[in-house]
């Protein structure tokens, strides 16, 4: 008498299935999501982290004082002074966003 083991499925996966399957879930919820919606996660996930009390440290926010910011302005202050990076269509909606315009408003 011979018994067969039994196998799963996970078995037989090779690594071109695994490939083709979402990273994380995470990456699914922010491809759902609109451009804004991503540009504006981006920059409230490394803004939680700022600590702008701490004493003899540089404030990051410092690249973004002074005079008016075209797009290409903006999108480097915050590459450089907060590490984030967006895509073109995240920095079209975000700078569309926040722009106030020549006057004001």
């Known amino acids: 008498m011979t018994f067969s083991r039994m196998t799963t499925a ?19 919820c922010q491809s759902a999501l609109d451009p804004l919606q991503r540009a504006n996660d981006k920059v409230a996930r490394v803004s939680a982290s700022l600590d702008l009390l701490r004493s003899g440290a540089a404030n ?13 302005d903006f999108a480097q202050a915050l590459r450089r002074c ?7 269509q ?6 569309a966003s926040l ?4 006057l004001g408003c």
């Open 60 to 72: 990051p926010l410092e690249g973004f004082y002074g005079t008016a910011m075209d797009k290409n």
């Open 10 to 28: 996970t078995e037989f996966e090779d690594s071109s299935s695994v490939e083709s399957r979402p990273q994380s879930v995470e990456s699914i």
């Open 90 to 95: 995240e920095l079209d909606a975000l700078f």
């Open 82 to 88: 907060l590490n984030v990076r967006l895509s073109r």
């Open 99 to 102: 722009d106030v315009g020549p």
